[in-house]
């Protein structure tokens, strides 16, 4: 997804002990925050692109495993330069079902970037948030505010508006694959939300590097069966592409961890929404895609929607 699942919700909660300001300096700029975290939408933006520029060669499965293999180069590196401590106990067991529905949540979405353009996957992984308030009223028995209801119908209208052009021309040839398309980018955003409502049902509170880790090696290891048995021979060409998108999705979460630390959460969570615009461009750039005027209205749609939320 255009935001790395997972790790947000630790890295919000725990930004401020971790990466608070130096002692002795003088104020900052609120600039800096603010970019921080449009590099963040965009780091992750561009990791997406680097998947999309694969999958004309490998299935999803494989395409997530490489996305492991290399975001665990880097978690491995990260890992040792602090050395915290690792989970104990029933930590363990928290972490393997949030790891499962983080593989379901990549994969869906590696599945999507496959059959539609890059806007349009990003945009529909956006309903993230509101499936979020929804789980966290069922789960958490959390109080739903007075803004939820609308923004689920906002939500909602915007996945219709991207589904009425292809229910109107079912006979495209291209038709049932992009309904496949919205089908797992909308999975994908429901089941980021479970790992976000799992993560605050999560007690214990692991240091940022250990979760970057855990959530890396354990889908790394669950996935090393399935993609064996519908690999594709690596083309050496598509290393760089691999290592670059374990290294984007490690500045993107780096950058909205720091973006965290100065700003509040409320505050920050709009940022992400630039990498719309991130991948409209890439999008145009690499692949040849024009946002259609339905994307931007989807996108006008769940983005207020999203932006609702905030005001609870």
Same mark, same amino acid.
């Given at each position: 997804?255009?935001?790395?699942?997972?790790?947000?919700?630790?890295?919000?909660?725990?930004?401020?002990?971790?990466?608070?300001?130096?002692?002795?300096?003088?104020?900052?700029?609120?600039?800096?925050?603010?970019?921080?975290?449009?590099? /963040?939408?965009?780091?992750?933006?561009?990791?997406?692109?680097?998947?999309?520029?694969?999958?004309?060669?490998?299935?999803?499965?494989?395409?997530?495993?490489?996305?492991?293999?290399?975001?665990?180069?880097?978690?491995?590196?990260?890992?040792?330069?602090?050395?915290?401590?690792?989970?104990?106990?029933?930590?363990?067991?928290?972490?393997?079902?949030?790891?499962?529905?983080? $593989?379901?949540?990549?994969?869906?979405?590696?599945?999507?970037?496959?059959?539609?353009?890059?806007?349009?996957?990003?945009?529909?992984?956006?309903?993230?948030?509101?499936?979020?308030?929804?789980?966290?009223?069922?789960?958490?028995?959390?109080?739903?505010?007075?803004?939820?209801?609308?923004?689920?119908?906002?939500?909602?209208?915007?996945?219709?508006?991207?589904?009425?052009?292809?229910?109107?021309?079912?006979?495209?040839?291209?038709?049932?694959?992009?309904?496949?398309?919205?089908?797992?980018?909308?999975?994908?955003?429901?089941?980021?939300?479970?790992?976000?409502?799992?993560?605050?049902?999560?007690?214990?509170?692991?240091?940022?590097?250990?979760?970057?880790?855990?959530?890396?090696?354990?889908?790394?290891?669950? $996935?090393?069966?399935?993609?064996?048995?519908?690999?594709?021979?690596?083309?050496?060409?598509? $290393?760089?592409?691999?290592?670059?998108?374990?290294?984007?999705?490690?500045?993107?979460? $780096?950058?909205?961890?720091?973006?965290?630390?100065?700003?509040?959460?409320?505050? /920050?969570?709009?940022?992400?929404?630039?990498?719309?615009?991130?991948? /409209?461009?890439?999008?145009?750039?690499?692949?040849?895609?024009?946002?259609?005027?339905?994307?931007?209205?989807?996108?006008?749609?769940?983005?207020?929607?999203?932006?609702?939320?905030?005001?609870?």
């Amino acid at each position: 997804m255009s935001t790395e699942p997972g790790v947000l919700a630790d890295a919000s909660k725990r930004s401020a002990v971790s990466l608070g300001p130096a002692p002795g300096r003088g104020p900052m700029s609120p600039l800096w925050p603010v970019l921080s975290g449009v590099l /963040a939408a965009a780091s992750f933006g561009s990791m997406d692109a680097c998947i999309k520029f694969m999958a004309p060669r490998y299935d999803a499965v494989q395409l997530a495993f490489f996305r492991f293999a290399a975001g665990s180069v880097f978690a491995v590196a990260l890992w040792l330069w602090q050395r915290p401590a690792l989970p104990r106990g029933a930590g363990w067991r928290m972490h393997g079902l949030r790891s499962i529905l983080l $593989l379901v949540c990549l994969v869906s979405y590696f599945h999507a970037l496959t059959l539609l353009p890059l806007a349009q996957a990003v945009v529909i992984a956006y309903m993230a948030p509101i499936f979020t308030s929804l789980l966290a009223m069922l789960v958490l028995r959390e109080r739903p505010g007075p803004a939820i209801g609308l923004s689920l119908g906002l939500g909602l209208a915007g996945i219709a508006v991207s589904l009425w052009p292809e229910l109107a021309a079912r006979d495209r040839a291209d038709s049932a694959a992009r309904l496949e398309g919205i089908a797992a980018a909308a999975l994908s955003a429901l089941t980021f939300a479970g790992v976000l409502v799992l993560a605050r049902l999560q007690a214990q509170r692991d240091a940022l590097f250990t979760i970057v880790l855990v959530q890396n090696l354990l889908p790394l290891a669950l $996935l090393t069966v399935p993609a064996a048995l519908t690999w594709q021979p690596l083309d050496l060409a598509d $290393l760089l592409p691999i290592f670059a998108a374990g290294a984007l999705a490690t500045v993107g979460l $780096l950058c909205l961890t720091w973006t965290f630390t100065y700003m509040e959460a409320s505050r /920050a969570a709009p940022l992400e929404y630039t990498g719309f615009l991130w991948a /409209a461009l890439l999008g145009w750039w690499l692949f040849g895609e024009v946002p259609s005027s339905t994307t931007a209205v989807t996108a006008l749609l769940i983005v207020g929607g999203c932006l609702l939320l905030l005001r609870r």
